[in-house]
T-cell receptor, first 111, second 114 residues
Framework: EDQVTQSPEALRLQEGESSSLNCSYT??????LFWYRQDPGKGPEFLFT?????EEKEKERLKATLTKKESFLHITAPKPEDSATYLC????????????WGAGTKLIIKP | GAVVSQHPSWVICKSGTSVKIECRSL??????MFWYRQFPKQSLMLMAT?????????EQGVEKDKFLINHASLTLSTLTVTSAHPEDSSFYIC??????????FGPGTRLLVL
């Protein structure tokens, strides 16, 4: 069964304290792995799509990496505005483009 | 690019009435649109997938006669909650996809049924 597990559930950091969020997955044929950011009361905001093991993508203080079993979202020197819930999702080749979602990691950056 | 809008952003209605939510892709043509429901502190739950000009495919447990989805054009999909009841109160979010892979989400619509 296709499954996505995110850890930790919540993470509190001081401003400037770098860390990583984990997304472990099992899927029968990965078409893509997606990272989104969701602020309270809003729809998810697209961050990255990763397609194959070894791929890396960066955007400002965020960097996403992918292996055959997991993905990491590295946050470098975070700022309070990076506080949000970060969602990971995978899409299988035989899925009609549907996403399988993790439960998310709630990130809180304290000034 | 890849901006998706939803209207209204929030709506309050009386039990038994119907509510229509619009989802528009503003700067791209969306071959596929998705409708989700999200409960507090939970992840997104897919309700249905729709392709332009075709009938929507509903997920198991979602009543197609209650949640009517129309995807009449490549930039517009609508979700109508018919005969709404308090248990239908939720946060409804749509997403749109250019070619099926990356989904771009709207800001969501909060529905409160009294």
């Amino acid at each position: 069964e296709d499954q996505v597990t995110q850890s930790p559930e919540a993470l509190r950091l001081q401003e400037g304290e770098s860390s990583s969020l984990n997304c472990s997955y099992t899927v029968s044929g990965l078409r893509g792995l997606f990272w989104y950011r969701q602020d309270p009361g809003k729809g998810p905001e697209f961050l990255f799509t990763l397609y194959s093991a070894g791929e890396e993508k960066e955007k400002e203080r965020l960097k996403a990496t992918l292996t055959k079993k997991e993905s990491f979202l590295h946050i470098t020197a975070p700022k309070p505005e990076d506080s949000a819930t970060y969602l990971c999702a995978v899409q299988a080749f035989d899925s009609n483009y549907q996403l399988i979602w993790g439960a998310g990691t709630k990130l809180i950056i304290k000034p | 690019g890849a901006v998706v809008s939803q209207h209204p952003s929030w709506v309050i209605c009386k039990s038994g009435t119907s509510v229509k939510i619009e989802c528009r892709s503003l700067d791209f043509q969306a071959t596929t649109m998705f409708w989700y429901r999200q409960f507090p502190k939970q992840s997104l739950m897919l309700m249905a997938t729709s392709n332009e000009g075709s009938k929507a495919t509903y997920e198991q447990g979602v009543e197609k006669d209650k949640f009517l989805i129309n995807h009449a054009s490549l930039t517009l999909s609508t979700l109508t909650v018919t005969s709404a009841h308090p248990e239908d109160s939720s946060f409804y979010i749509c997403s749109a996809s250019k070619g099926g892979e990356t989904q771009y989400f709207g800001p969501g619509t909060r529905l409160l049924v009294l």
